[in-house]
Nanobody
Framework: QVQLVESGGGLVQAGASLRLSCATSGLPFSTVAMAWFRQAPGKEQEFVADITWNGGSTGYADSVEGRFTISRDNAKNAVYLQINSLKYEDTAVYYC?????????????????WGQGTQVTVSS
């Protein structure tokens, strides 16, 4: 059974930092791309960041470029999202997703396993 479990969210002030984690089990983690998406209240889910199977390449949404860093530890079957300089508009539920293959994609349909999400709330 494949499981993805996010953690690390919380209520923080603008300008603060958070590190989100996604622990996985039951999938060939070191062979698939991983990504983070988020969904703000009343909005559609959007791409945040992705990383190839070996961590050799990463990509970011324009809105988070320079503030967010995605990384992975294949020995621990985990992916992380370091979030710096949080803004009010970063408030959302953050989801990690496991890809169908080894290469990055910003499209939801390229990811076939999803976590339950972790809430990040930024107060202004």
């Amino acid at each position: 059974q494949v499981q993805l479990v996010e953690s690390g969210g919380g209520l923080v002030q603008a300008g603060a930092s958070l590190r989100l984690s996604c622990a996985t089990s039951g999938l060939p983690f070191s062979t698939v791309a991983m990504a983070w998406f988020r969904q703000a209240p009343g909005k559609e889910q959007e791409f945040v960041a992705d990383i190839t199977w070996n961590g050799g390449s990463t990509g970011y949404a324009d809105s988070v470029e320079g503030r967010f860093t995605i990384s992975r530890d294949n020995a621990k079957n985990a992916v992380y999202l370091q979030i710096n300089s949080l803004k009010y508009e970063d408030t959302a539920v953050y989801y990690c997703a496991a890809g169908r293959g080894p290469y990055r994609s910003r499209f939801r349909d390229q990811y076939n396993y999803w976590g339950q999400g972790t809430q990040v709330t930024v107060s202004s």
